[in-house]
Structure formats: structure tokens, C-alpha cells
């Protein structure tokens, strides 16, 4: 299904979201990867989502992605023996290992990974923030903290520590579980939660063994400084704007948004931005004005996807959530300024024959009356190269494995076509010349830049282009091969 629009979006399920009917409106209504918030739902629920997806995308033959979002480890106080206490300014409150209700001075911290980290002076926040202590001195099973902010803090309020990297792995046991499950059931991409290093990234590619590209969720100030290098061993990115804005001064969260989809941009590596989007249509028909300019402004930017999260999950207008972000993907990407911003933004680091052939594939795109860019691809690099370049006509990417046109969904302006193994280029090029014009993108009449790579079938081989004719009597009439 040709969607008239560059950026893709992401839509979580939920209760709102559960049956064959509604995801396959979802879809129809820009949808174009559906997330698996493993953080709600057991296994059984799961499995019946990502059957009803693959359900829908074999009705309409058109291939859908499908993230499961790992849930991470969880810091969380204890109970407190009244359910809830008010802590005041300037009062002393206590966290420690004591596993007893919790009063108006202190309360369990069932975590002893956080006491080993803390130093005088750290910061503790608690529920999403709205609670902040600094600890005065602590030990190895305690700390003794000032309140900075008051408010009620009641039973298993979760816990953010934005100071230190923690001595904590990114996986759980119950993430390892849900990791085997969904790479089983055949997810196409991974979302890794609490990112701090490189080596939680490595930790869940080794247990992921190639069954699903991995997404590293940028949400704590450990990971924005780890950033590059975090980058450098993902497959993908996922700006988590809501836990970087309880960790960090909120004034800080766009400035590194716009930073790290720059930087994604230029590794060819997909960025999600997400989080609190259009939050306002959990329960309301119209987003606020600055929930539109927000979803605009990552569109502008230059992010591949943009997601839904309660929005589409648990809201009450799931398909209208969706296709609001299409209608301002469209208005956006149709303003001149648009693209404007978008070219200005290109960075040229060009150090491969396939990234020659991409740069050239946009620039003859450009400068002619070229109607697409089609490229093969094995394991989708080329696919990803040509989005880097962001140019004005659609991609289309071809590849006979279905894994790859699944994972290249979350792409910028890519079209997925599934399409036999070809192993000479002349083929190649009429397979290409058919599916722009199955897709609606081209006539008889139109030029298409085709890319691939000889020998066929090999990954990283793109070396050759052709800009090639829609009507197929005239490349059979062709002496090349």
C-alpha cells in the first residue's frame, strides 16, 4: 500500500487496539509498524497481536513491521504501612534495604545495585519527578536524603537516578524471557530499554542471534553522553523524549532530539522519535496546536518515524490518532521549506562504491524527470543508504527476503516489495519497472535510477545504476545486460 508521505509511523497496541478489525483500520490508516509494548500483556496476548498483524499484512500484501519494546529493569520503592505519605521541603527521608511498610521518613528502595552507586550530592527523583531528593550520605544498604521537592509518594512509585550509570544490567529475567518469546514468534525489531552503554546493546544482539534488528531507546543522560557509541552498535534509534525529560532539565530534551536524529541520519541508521506526540487524543477527537507543531517539528527534522503510544493503545480515537500524524506528515512534507531544511541538512560522508551510487541515484533523480529511485537489496544497507540521501522522488526497495522488507518499513520514505531472486541486472531492472508502476509511481512513459549489485545476491555488493524505462519493450530492446 503506497503511502503519499516520507515519514512513517509507529502505533502501539493496547486494549484499545486488539482486534483484527481495528489494527487492520490502524493500518489503513498510516500505520505503518505496529509496537508491542511488553510491558503490558502476557505472553498469550502477545502472540495473538503479532498473529493478527501478519493476519492483515497477508490480506492486503503488504508487508508490516512489528517492535516488541522490551520492558528494562524497573526501580521502584517499597509500600508504605498508611498506603501513602506527604513529604514536606527541607525534610530528611530515608531509602534503605529494610523490608517494612514504609513511613513519613523513610521507605524500602528495594535495589541494592542503586545504594553501590549513589554518592553524596546524587540526585534521586521519584514518580516521573514530581518527587526530587538529594542524598546528604548514604552506604551500602542506605541513604539519607533532603527533600528538594515535596508531594505525595505512595506504594511502588518507580525511582529514576539521573546522576550515575548503575551497575545494572539493561535485560532483566523477565526481558531475557520476553526476548526468546518474541524473537520465536518472529518480531523484526527489539526496543532496549535503560540503554547506559554499548554492551547493553551487544548483550541483547548475542541473545538476539539476527532474529530481529536491535533499537537502543535513548531515555537516560548516560546514554546521550554514550551516545556515538551507542549508535555504532544499533541498528536503530528510539528518542524516548518522556524518561529524558524526567532525568534531565526538560529545556534539555529538543536540543538532543534534534542532535540525535541528525546523527542517526548520518550513520543511515532508522530514528524514532516518541513519546507524549499527540497525548491529548487519549480522550479528546482534536490534538492541541502544540502537539501538531511537535509531530511537525520532528517531521522537519528529519526523523524516519514518529509513534503512538497510549494514543493508540488504550485511547479512545486509536484511527483517528493515526491519521492525524498522516495529514501532518502530508501538509508538512509538501511545504517547500521542507525540503529546504531536509537538503540543507545532508552531510556527505561518503566512503563506499554503494555510497557513490546512492548520492548518484539522488542527484540524477533530481536534476531529470525521474519518477524513483529502485534499489536491490539483500540485507536493506543500500535501502537505508538512499533514505540518508533524502531525495524528493519515493524509494522503492526490492529484496527477495521478507525479513528485510519487514525491518526497512520503519525507514524513511521507503515502499517494501517482496520479489523473486534475480541474478541478472536486466531482470532486475524489469522487476524494478513493475513494481513502480503496481506501486502507482510510474507509467510507460516514466524514467526510474535503478541500483543493485553484481554478483546478484551478495550483501554490500551495490555497484552498478541505471536510470532505465518504464516501458519494458524498450529495456528488452537494450543491448545491455
Known amino acids: 500500500m503506497r503511502r503519499h508521505r516520507k515519514v512513517k509511523i509507529v502505533a502501539t497496541l493496547g486494549p ?3 482486534d483484527y478489525e481495528m489494527i487492520r483500520a490502524l493500518f489503513e490508516a498510516g500505520a505503518d509498524v505496529f509496537r508491542l509494548n511488553m510491558s503490558h500483556g502476557d505472553h498469550s496476548e502477545i502472540a495473538a497481536r503479532h498473529a493478527i498483524i501478519r493476519k492483515v499484512e497477508k490480506d492486503l500484501g503488504s508487508p508490516i513491521a512489528i517492535l516488541a519494546d522490551l520492558q528494562g529493569p524497573k526501580l521502584r520503592v517499597g509500600t508504605f504501612a498508611n498506603g501513602e505519605e506527604e513529604l514536606a521541603v527541607g525534610q530528611g527521608f530515608r531509602l534503605d534495604l529494610r523490608d517494612e511498610p514504609g513511613s513519613n521518613t523513610r521507605v524500602l528502595l528495594p535495589h541494592k545495585e542503586i545504594f553501590d552507586a549513589l554518592e553524596p550530592g ?25 527533600v528538594e521537592v515535596g508531594g505525595t509518594i505512595s506504594n511502588r512509585k518507580g525511582v529514576n537516578v539521573p546522576d550515575v550509570v548503575l551497575p545494572l544490567a539493561a535485560l532483566s529475567a523477565k526481558d531475557r524471557k520476553d526476548l526468546e518469546f518474541v524473537c520465536e514468534l518472529g518480531v523484526d525489531w527489539l526496543a532496549l530499554s535503560f540503554v547506559q552503554r554499548p554492551a547493553d546493546v551487544e548483550e541483547a544482539r548475542a541473545l538476539a542471534k539476527g532474529r530481529a534488528a536491535i533499537l537502543s531507546k535513548i531515555e537516560k543522560p548516560a546514554a546521550v553522553k554514550a551516545f556515538e557509541e551507542i549508535l555504532a552498535v544499533s541498528d536503530g534509534i528510539m528518542v524516548a523524549r ?14 538532543i532530539q534534534k542532535q540525535l536524529v541528525r546523527k542517526c541520519r548520518e550513520a543511515a541508521k532508522p530514528v524514532i522519535v516518541a513519546t507524549q506526540m499527540l497525548e491529548s487524543m487519549i480522550e479528546s477527537l482534536m490534538p492541541t496546536r502544540a502537539e501538531v507543531s511537535d509531530v511537525a517539528t520532528a517531521i522537519y527534522e528529519g526523523a524516519d518515524a514518529i509513534m503512538l503510544s497510549a494514543e493508540s493503545a488504550a485511547g479512545d480515537y486509536p484511527v483517528e490518532a493515526v491519521a492525524t500524524m498522516a495529514n501532518v506528515a502530508k501538509e508538512v512534507e ?6 529546504e531544511i531536509i537538503e540543507a541538512s545532508r552531510k556527505a560522508k561518503r566512503k563506499s562504491v554503494a555510497d557513490g551510487i546512492v548520492a548518484a541515484a539522488r542527484e540524477i533523480a533530481e536534476t531529470t524527470n525521474i519518477k524513483a529511485i529502485a534499489c536491490f537489496t539483500q540485507s536493506g544497507t543500500t535501502a537505508l543508504l538512499v533514505a540518508r ?26 515502499s517494501c516489495v517482496i520479489t523473486d531472486n534475480v541474478d541478472r ?6 522487476n524494478a519497472v513493475r513494481a513502480a508502476k503496481a506501486e502507482g509511481l510510474a507509467t510507460d512513459e516514466d524514467l526510474i535510477v535503478v541500483t543493485a549489485g553484481v554478483p546478484f545476491n551478495t550483501p554490500g555488493s551495490t555497484n552498478i545504476l541505471r536510470v532505465a524505462p518504464c516501458d519494458e519493450r524498450l529495456i528488452y530492446s537494450s543491448h545491455h545486460d
Open 389 to 414: 540521501e533524502r531525495p524528493r522522488v519515493p524509494i522503492i526497495a526490492l529484496t527477495s527476503i521478507e525479513k528485510t522488507a519487514r525491518r526497512l518499513c520503519l525507514s524513511w520514505g521507503t
Open 242 to 255: 518522556g524518561d529524558l525529560g524526567v532525568e534531565l532539565p526538560v529545556q534539555n530534551v529538543p536540543p
Open 16 to 18: 484499545a487496539s486488539n
Open 425 to 430: 541486472f536486466k531482470s532486475a531492472v524489469v
Open 334 to 339: 509538501t511545504d517547500p521549506t521542507y525540503t
Open 122 to 146: 546524587a540526585t534521586l527523583l521519584v514518580n516521573d519527578g514530581k518527587i526530587r531528593l538529594r542524598v546528604k550520605d548514604c552506604g551500602r544498604d542506605f541513604a539519607n536524603c533532603i
